[in-house]
Structure formats: C-alpha cells, structure tokens
C-alpha cells in the first residue's frame, strides 16, 4: 500500500509494517478507515492522505518522536529493571473457579470482575481465543464473558483495535488487558494529538502482562497445522524452566512442543521490545516462578494501587510477600530482555548505516 | 408494429452503418445470423433479432465468435445465406476455425462482418482485422458509406456463392455507428429449405495442398470480378500530383480535405472497396498516372504494403515512386484516421498552411469545454455491484497481507484496474484469458511463489472462454480461485442475454445455464456471495484466500441499471447526517469521495463535510457501510419521496 500521505501513514507502512516488525498491538486500527486487523495481522487497506494522522504517534515500534511519554508514577519505591512500581507481591483468585480459567492465579480475571461489579468500570477490552482464528481484542462487559477470555494466547492480538472502536462508540470507563508493547501504545496515544488526552480518559485501568515474546499467529498456525493439531486451542501455555516446552490443550488434550522450535515464530518485532513486565501499565501481571496457582503482581500507579488494595480488602484478591529470590529472577530476566533488545536496536541501527 | 428494418419495398431511410449491414443481408435474403455482443458491432445482430419479428430468419448470440461463425456455416453447407458479426477480438477468436473453413469453402453465402474499434476507444486492443482475409485468402470488402454498407453486404452473399468461400466484410466504429440516408432495395425472402448434401463432396480441409491451390483460384475469381467493380472509384484529374488511395471510411476524410485545402486539380483520390484481393490491373492504371501516392486507411498499413508488394513487381512498368502513408510517417501508424489528421498531412505535402476554419469554432469551443467541464475518470456507475465487489477483494487481499493479485478479464469490470476498483486488476488481455492466466500461477508453487491469486470475469465472459480454462485447473489441479461478477447481462456492450439470462437474442424464454452447477461439476468449491454486502463478502473471499484447489466465488447482483430497468430502481434514499460528518477533523481523509469514489458521494469543500448528490445517489444503500463515523444513514425511499 502506497500512501499520499509522507507523515503519517507512510512513515509507519514504510518504517514498521514493510520492515516486518509491527507487533500487531492494534493502536493504529480502528481510527480511521485505513488501517485494519485480521487474522493475527495489521494491514494498511488504502493510501490516507488526511492532514491529522494518530498511526503513527501511537505506535509503539515507530521511531517517531513527537508524542510526549509521561510517567504518572509518582511514588515509587525505584526504577529498576522492571521499572517504577510502588508495590510487588504475590497474588491469586480467591475464587477456585476463577483461577482454573485463568492464567496461574487468576489475578487479571479476577481484578477485572471485582472492578465490573464494583462499578470501577463498565466494560473490558480483552483478548478472546479466536475460537480456532487468531485471538483478537473483543469488548466485554460481564465475569462470564471476562472468565470465557481468560488464560494467555502467546500471540498478539490487535485487541487495541476493539478498545479504539469502544471510544469512537462513545464508551467510557473501560479496563484494558494487555502486552507490555500495548501499555506502551496506550502511554503514547495518551500524548498524541489532536485527541490522545480525551480518549485515554475513557480508559480507567490498564492492566499490562509481563512478555518475553509473543508469537506471530499465522506462523503458529501454520506450524501447528503441519504438526497436525487439529480443532481451537484451548489454552497455550509454557511452564517456567528448565521445562523447555510450549504446551496447548485441545479436545485431544495436551501437546507439547519444543520451545526451540516455538522460537522461531517468534514476531520479528518482539525483538526490539525492551519492557518484559509492562511498565506503562498500572499494574503488571505475571507468572510466580516455583507457584503454579499463583500469579506476580506489580502495582505501578495510585490507580492501580487503588483498585488492586479494594479487591484485596474486599477478599476477592488474596496477597502474599513476593520471596525475594523471585524478584532476584524476575529482575534478571527482565534485565535480559532490555539487554537483547537495546543488542537488536543496534544490529538495525547499524544495517541501516 | 413492423419494424422499419423489415419493411418489403425499398425506401430511403435513416440508418446506422450496422442497421445498413443487417438491410442488406435482408435483402439478400439471409436466413441466419450469429455474433458475440462487441463494440462497435452489437447493433448489426440486434437490428436483425428485430426483424426475425417480422421475416423468417434465425439470430442468435452465441456464447463466443467462433460459435457463432460455426453455427452461421451450419447454414451455409446446408444452402441457406447467413452472416456472421463479431468485433476485432472477435475474429481472433473465430479464426481457427475461418482459417480452416476457408479450405473446405462453402455453400449457401456466408458473411463474416468485423467492425473494428481503430483507437481502441471500446477495446482491449488496437487490431485490424482485415489481415484475416490475407491470411485465409478470402475477398475482403470496405464500405465508407453506411449506403455501401448496405450494396456491399447483399453482394458479398452473391461473390460468396460464385467462389463457393466465405466473404468478409470490414467496418470501422466511424462507419457502424454513423447514420446517413440509405437508400434501401427490396427485402428477399428467401424460399431455399436448408439440405445437406450428404452425397456431395464432404466440407474438409484435405487434401490440403490441393484445397490451399483451390483457395488461391477462388481469391483469383474475386479479383476478376474486383476488377470491374463499382466499388472502386476514382476522382481526379487524369495526372494528378497526388494520388490517395483510400479504403473504408477514409475516403470520407481524404474527399474533405481535398475539398476543403481546393485541390482538386492537383490531387486524385482512388477510393477502395475492394480490399482483398486488391484488384491489381486497376491500381497498375491509376499508379502509372502519379509519381506521389498517400495511403488513407485506419489501423494497419494492409493497402499500402499490399499495393507496394506488387508495384514492386511492376518496376519499370510503373516508374519510381514517392510512397506516403504509415510507413513512411506521412500518416500515424496508431489510432484513427481523421479529416483534421488529413488536412494536416496535406497541407503539409502541398506546403499550404494548415486551414484555420475549424480551428476558430473548435478552438475556443474546446477551451471553453476544459475549462468548465471538470475531467472524468473510468468509474463504475453508481449501484454497481462491481465497486462493492472490488472493496471487498482489496480488503481480502490486505488482510491477507501476501502480496495477492487479480488477474482480470473483459468487461466493465476491467475498469477494475484504476481508482473506481481501487487498481486491484493487475492485467487483462483477452476474454477468458484471466483464468488461464490464474491457472498458471496456481501451479508456480513447486518453484517458492507464495501469492494468491482472484482472477474475475464477468458472467459473460465466464461462458464465452472460461470454462476451459477453469477446466484446465481441474485437470491439471491448479490453485485457482475464480470470482464470477455475476450481474445477469452482458453490461459493457449494451444487455444482451447470455446462456445465465433464460432469455435469447430474439427474445424467446430458454434454460438458464446455472454456473454454480457447472462450477461443480468440474470439482470446484463454490459459494454464492451477495457483494452488497461488503463486509461479509470480504471475510468470505479471505477464507477461500486461505484454502487450496478450485475456488469460485459467484458475487451475484443484478446491474445497477437492469436493477433501474427491471426493478425500477433501489430502495433506499442516502443522506449524510451532517452532525456526523467530521468532515477533515475526523480523520479520514474524506475516505467516502476520495477513496469508495461513488459517483454518488462528493466533499462539499464550502461546507467541509460530504454529501450525497441526490441526483446521481441511485440509493443502493452499500455506502452506509463506509463511514467510520456512521454518517452516511439509509432510509426506505418512500418516506422522503411522498412530499
């Protein structure tokens, strides 16, 4: 697609989507007519040649430097490796159910139905599991449609796309579940003009999970295919090393796979990517090493803190130190991911040069 | 009533150079006609489907050329007169079979009439299809007047019967769709019962060397009688400076210009009806009498390389001469031959300066017209199915983000490739050729090719010469994912039937050959879509992107003006809610007007939002679909047409 346009749209065809390293987070569909996600892909349906273009500033793997990021993080205990947050604990779904749906300890789940009950928001943008497509972004608004999306996908989703449509539809009140790269895309859309401020004002919570890589759908799919799963996946899952396997659950049980092999559909873009905890997110979530139910817990802003404290109070959330060695792990790996990444930024920097 | 065309006495009347081909095959009384529809030469099968009301005679359109030429000889071995009419792809398309006919030779007298399209203006290509008769040695005639139309026709059934060959005539747009007074003869009804004759010599091509010799002889018979004909003429004085030898429609021009520059006594205009054979004692006169001679003819060089092939043989008879024309850029050797082009060349040559007269009305006029007329682009009408139809193929094709194509076919979806179908058709060439084409891309795979390809063709253009090569990805299991714009008529060149339409050319109810069912049974996946519905549509054609094998697509919806003709019109009358409208703050790039390009919608620059223009708007409702800001509202029309 070639467009008219040398600010906005080209930029972005040319510097992210032609080089391959769109990480389909969906910021830049569902904004205008030009831009849209389908089947594990964001894709540019005509050339825009509007004067006011967001695309491109919202985008998190642009290299555009024209939207402001501001940390609303105000009191930190410091910014580490897995950056600003005034709390970090370990937590889980009080309610049984809840955790088996989910994802470890249930703790997104559940967070999300104690804000919808308690009015803190009306609906959420999650991800669904694609029912045999690509999982994509979907608008929910009740615990049975938040537990039917629960569990993680591994691959990116565009689910930013369902909350952009969300805004346009006049929404408001809305908690977002997401990648690290779609925490970012939302801390960028919130500096973009002309309307950046006013649509994330619709969104009350975000809530980021921690990534070391998510997987290009169509590639897995067509790996998957030749490796003769048949039928939707139910749930994906890679358990904490030195299992070395990726794991899915379909009517005919469970399949593993070497994790070696899962590594080269890895999206192209993830390289780039330096934030495995979410740190633009209010609260980050994540897997507890050594703690099958159990999830990590990173409260980043005083709105995150504010809704994770009420579902704790409330006992929909229980709560527990977090062992020192696994923020020792979770340091260092995130400290690992920063540190590919920023190798990854070099090698294109250097190429194009 | 009776129609005009089928009146017995002889008259003069108003007539369309094709209305004039199709009187004189009455008159000579011809028992059957057959033709594909093609511009410029669908009104010579429909004037005669008109009379076949009146007069006892057969037409058909077949399903393509060389059908039709096929079933018009059926009547000629069978002793009956019968013409066939096709445009210049046409003749391509019938030539296998021409080429072999013309070996066996005929009975009954048959006309093969080709109108070419000289500038391509209806067309996918610029041909002249007069090297057809060089090719199969058969006499081929020129009218310039729709009046020698009409004498050409009647006599071409004569000369076809004496050689026992079939005839060709060769018109031009200019001729086929000018209308000049006719002065008609009487309509003959011909008595003959058609016979085959199955104790006479079989209609065959062998042997060949001895049928290819008699071929020759037939075409030496014609040249006799091209010699004498009244169809060649010439005005002049007797040694002129200049001798134009003209053929067709390019007499008309060349008289002009001698006329209008007053060259009367310098120049001599030899005109040609007689194309081929060219009647070589004739022209050996007129050559010896000028050392300067211009060819006038639209497209190819074929008399002035036919007539310097011999004067070559000629030599001294002749003298040396100054040969002017296409070969030696004296005349364009592309596009169609006009006065202006005429005028021009022979002021030049006569060192006079270019005449001004026209120029002073056509000058300012053309100005005048720039100005104040804004340009138009290609686009489909608005309601047509195939704007809709496209959207959804690009839309499936993006998301499907690997470089897919279409590899398109002749209709008025070929407009496909430029901005009214969002340049989505990457080639197009001849009928059907699309599908062969995809069914060879639909085997690159073994060698690493990894981008889909939806080649479309329109309903008619499906039976015309798809099949075969749909046939020809099933055989040889080609990925082949077909979209049939199915819009019930064959629209570019005027809503003929076709074997989907249950109706025939003379108007009589027939089966309607069901495409889905054909599809089938040659081993294809095949779904029905509405594209209307543009976005379901959409997601349809992504899933047969998806999938391997035989695909066809049938988008079906009637033409947005068979839907006016038939259905009297759409349901909906369309509004852009102007509160909604954001106009350039919105973002999208005025994504209605700029990038769907209804005809219909249009950017009210004064106002900064987009509205519909309720004059062109035919309310098919598709738009509604498009707005990011759901501005553009539908509503049944009658609510707003009671006041």
Redesign the interface.
């Given at each position: 697609?070639k467009s008219v346009?040398p600010k906005g749209q080209k930029t972005l065809i040319e510097d992210v989507l032609d080089q391959g390293i769109c990480v389909k987070c969906g910021a830049c569909v569902g904004?205008?007519?030009?831009f849209?996600y389908?089947?594990g892909?964001v894709?540019?349906?005509?050339?825009?040649?509007?004067?006011?273009?967001?695309c491109l500033q919202v985008c998190p793997r642009a290299d555009y430097e024209g939207t402001s990021l501001e940390r609303e993080i105000k009191d930190t205990r410091g910014d580490r490796e897995i950056g600003p947050y005034s709390e970090i604990r370990a937590a889980r779904a009080k309610d049984r159910k809840t955790r088996n749906g989910g994802q470890y300890g249930g703790i997104v789940s559940a967070l999300l139905i104690r804000a919808l009950e308690k009015g803190f928001i009306k609906s959420a943008v999650v991800t669904d599991s694609g029912n045999g497509l690509s999982p994509s972004g979907k608008l929910v608004r009740s615990p049975s449609e938040i537990l039917e999306c629960a569990g993680s996908r591994y691959s990116a989703s565009g689910c930013l796309a369902a909350l952009n449509t969300a805004i346009?539809a006049g929404e408001d009140h809305i908690g977002v579940v997401g990648l690290p790269c779609q925490m970012e895309a939302l801390a960028k859309t919130a500096g973009s003009t002309p309307d950046g401020e006013e649509r994330i004002r619709r969104v009350t919570v975000r809530i980021g999970l921690f990534c070391t890589w998510a997987l290009d759908y169509r590639k897995l799919r067509t790996y998957l295919k030749e490796k003769n799963i048949r039928g939707p996946v139910k749930k994906y899952d890679i358990p904490p090393p030195p299992s070395e396997v990726f794991r899915l659950l379909t009517d005919d049980g469970w399949s593993d796979f070497p994790l070696g092999e899962i590594r080269f559909l890895v999206q192209k873009g993830c390289s780039l990517c330096s934030d495995m905890t979410a740190e633009w997110a209010d609260i980050s979530v994540g897997t507890l090493e050594g703690q099958d139910d159990w999830n990590t817990v990173v409260v980043r802003t005083e709105r995150g803190a504010e809704f994770f404290h009420e579902a704790v109070h409330a006992g929909f959330v229980e709560a527990e130190e977090l062992p020192g060695k696994n923020l020792d792990h979770l340091e260092e790996a995130a400290a690992n991911k920063r540190a590919r990444a920023g190798a990854a930024r070099q090698e294109r920097t250097d190429q194009r040069t | 009533m009776m129609n005009e065309i089928s009146r017995k006495r002889g008259n003069t009347l108003l007539l369309q150079g094709n209305e004039a081909i199709a009187r004189g095959a009455l008159e000579a009384g011809v028992h059957f006609s057959a033709g594909y529809p093609g511009n410029p030469s669908s009104e010579i099968v429909e004037t005669l489907a008109k009379a076949s009301k009146d007069l006892p005679l057969y037409v058909e359109w077949s399903t393509n050329e060389k059908v039709a030429l096929e079933a018009a000889t059926a009547a000629s071995f069978s002793g009956c007169r019968a013409i066939a009419s096709m445009k210049q792809n046409g003749v391509n398309v019938a030539s296998d079979f021409l080429t072999n006919l013309t070996l066996s030779g005929t009975k009954g007298g048959i006309v093969l009439v080709s109108c070419d399209d000289p500038g391509g203006i209806s067309s996918t290509n610029e041909e002249d299809a007069r090297v057809f008769a060089q090719i199969s040695d058969i006499p081929l005639l020129e009218p310039a007047t729709p009046q020698e139309a009409l004498d050409m026709t009647r006599w071409a059934f004569e000369l076809s019967e004496h050689i026992q060959n079939i005839v060709m005539i060769r018109s031009v747009s200019r001729l086929s769709h000018t209308r000049s007074t006719v002065k008609t003869g009487e309509i003959f009804e011909n008595p003959g019962i058609p016979y085959y004759d199955v104790n006479g010599p079989p209609f065959n091509t062998f042997p060949i060397l001895l049928k290819h010799r008699k071929r020759h002889e037939k075409l030496a018979q014609a040249m006799a009688l091209f010699e004498q004909s009244p169809f060649n003429r010439y005005d002049g004085p007797d040694a002129p400076q200049l001798l134009i030898i003209a053929s067709g429609c390019c007499w008309n021009y060349a008289s002009e210009a001698v006329d209008i520059l007053g060259l009367e006594d310098q120049v001599g205009i030899l005109k040609l009806g007689t194309i081929w054979p060219l009647p070589q004692g004739l022209l050996k006169n007129f050559l010896k009498r000028a050392e300067r001679i211009l060819f006038v003819e639209d497209v190819e060089p074929f008399v002035e390389d036919g007539v310097m092939s011999f004067a070559a043989r000629l030599g001294e008879e002749i003298g040396i001469k100054t040969w002017l024309g296409k070969g030696s850029g004296h005349m364009p050797d592309t596009g169609e031959t006009s006065p202006r082009l005429l005028l021009e060349t022979l002021a030049g040559l006569f060192d006079l300066d270019p005449p001004t007269g026209s120029e002073v009305v056509a000058g300012p006029a053309r100005s005048e017209l720039q100005q104040n007329i804004p340009p138009r682009e290609f686009g489909f009408c608005p309601g047509c199915p195939h704007r809709a139809s496209f959207n959804a193929i690009k839309t499936a094709l993006a998301w499907d983000n690997r470089e897919g194509f279409v590899s398109g076919d002749i209709g008025c979806y070929s407009m496909g490739m430029w901005p009214t179908g969002f340049n989505q058709v990457k080639s197009v060439h001849a009928m059907g050729s699309g599908v062969g084409l995809a069914s060879g891309y639909g085997k690159l795979e073994k060698f690493g090719f990894d981008q889909p390809v939806i080649t479309v063709v329109g309903d008619s253009t499906f039976f015309h010469a798809s099949i075969p090569a749909l046939i020809n990805a099933s055989f040889n299991r080609a990925d082949l994912f077909l979209v049939i714009l199915d819009n019930s008529a064959t629209a570019m060149t005027g809503f003929q039937p076709h074997p989907g339409t249950g109706k025939t050319a003379m108007g009589e109810e027939t089966m309607i050959v069901e495409m889905e069912d054909l599809c089938s049974s040659l081993g294809a996946e095949v779904q029905i879509a509405d594209p209307y519905e543009m976005s379901r549509t959409a997601q349809t054609i992504y899933d047969l992107l998806q999938k391997r094998g035989q695909r066809v697509l049938i988008l079906r919806r009637k033409c947005a003006l068979v839907q006016e003709r038939e259905e009297g019109g759409f349901p909906f009358h369309m509004e852009v809610q102007q509160e909604k409208c954001l106009g350039e703050a919105c973002g999208c790039g005025r994504y209605c007007a700029r990038i769907f390009r209804c005809p219909g919608i249009f950017f009210n620059k004064e106002k900064g939002k987009a509205e519909i223009d309720q004059v062109i708007c035919v309310g098919c409702g598709v738009c509604s679909e498009i707005c990011p800001q759901k501005a553009i509202e539908k509503t049944p029309k009658g609510v707003h047409d009671v006041a």
């Open positions: 697609m346009n904004l205008c007519p030009y849209s389908r089947d892909q894709v540019a349906l005509d050339a825009c040649a509007a004067e006011t273009w967001r346009s | -």
